[in-house]
């Protein structure tokens, strides 16, 4: 299993969270209960980073497996993709 599955799951993990804030924070925006509002999008803000740091060490690690795989294997990886 590749290394970057785990940062790739824990960022799909808190946009879920972020995404439920984000759901209720247009919920009361529409009910006009402001506060409610705000509360939510500071909770939704938290999990959003965390989202964005794990993508970003996803990304990473990623580059740094492409980076060790010798060009001939790379080749025949596209090749074989196609």
Known sequence: MSKTWGPYHHAARH????????????KYDEAEEH?????????????????????????KLHAEECDNVPVSEQGA??????
């Open 15 to 26: 946009h879920e969270g972020a995404a439920y804030h984000y759901k209720e924070l247009a």
């Open 35 to 59: 506060e409610k509002a705000a509360h939510h999008a500071y909770l939704a803000h938290g999990p959003n980073q965390l989202a964005i740091l794990h993508n970003a060490q996803a990304a």
């Open 77 to 82: 990886k596209k090749q074989s993709a196609a």
